[in-house]
């Protein structure tokens, strides 16, 4: 290949061109990934101060439903990894275009929670901090996002092993255990009608209960996001 001759001042305009084209390129791809995640920026010039419109706002299409949709389903187990799996694989499952809201895929795992009740309400506020708020839900419901969860590692944590182990008799339930979930988060979505993704790394602990206490597995708790025993 024949190394272009950058003393010459035309073909050293071409090459500055050629770069700063690419260089647009790869801002506006960044905006279209970080776009999906936050949604568009406020238009500049529409606050009250200003004589005359803001920029017109693209508003991207969202294509309709070609099955029809359907919330993901906690498959039932009296395995505990098995079903520590299957929590965490619908816990990350959710499509904004699907006309579900946030709350519909929380009841999902609310039915695989505990049988007692007492742990209801702490669950679903754990939930609450793993899913989008409505508006945020909005605003990603244009972008057409969805989202799904790919699991690196499951184990169970040595710090529950030392809990169980300090733990007074009768204070834990017969069966109860803890898995740690690494794993990543891959959001895909529609930005100027083009398709985008984006890839998170998270991890987390869940508390779950099986046998001899129950026949099959139930959801307690779930640890902050990013946040778990180790």
Not at 9 to 36: C, E, S
Not at 46 to 65: L, Q
Not at 155 to 177: I, R
Request: with cysteine.
């Amino acid at each position: 290949m024949k190394t272009p001759d950058l003393t010459d001042p035309r073909i050293r305009r071409r090459w500055i061109a050629v770069l700063a084209a690419v260089a647009a390129v790869l801002v506006l791809a960044g905006v279209g990934v970080y776009g999906l995640i936050t949604g568009p920026p406020t238009p500049a010039g529409t606050d009250s101060g200003s004589t005359g419109p803001g920029p017109a706002a693209t508003t991207p299409t969202v294509p309709a439903p070609t099955a029809t949709p359907r919330l993901p389903v906690v498959a039932g187990s009296d395995d505990p990894e098995t079903f520590a799996r299957n929590v965490a694989t619908a816990l990350f499952a959710w499509d904004t275009a699907s006309g579900f809201m946030p709350q519909d895929y929380t009841s999902v795992l609310l039915a695989d929670g505990d049988p007692t009740g007492a742990e209801q309400a702490g669950l679903a506020s754990d939930i609450a901090t793993y899913l989008p708020t409505r508006e945020a839900w909005a605003k990603l419901r244009q972008y057409a996002t969805t989202q799904h969860l790919t699991i690196d590692a499951q184990f169970v944590p040595k710090a529950w092993d030392t809990a169980v182990a300090q733990a007074q008799p009768g204070q834990l339930p017969a069966g109860m255990t803890a898995y740690t979930i690494e794993g990543t988060r891959h959001r895909t979505g529609l930005w100027n009608n083009e398709p985008v993704a984006s890839e998170h790394p998270v991890t987390f602990t869940m508390f779950i209960v099986c046998g001899p206490t129950y026949d099959t597995c139930h959801l307690l708790r779930l640890s902050q996001l990013d946040n778990p025993l180790r």
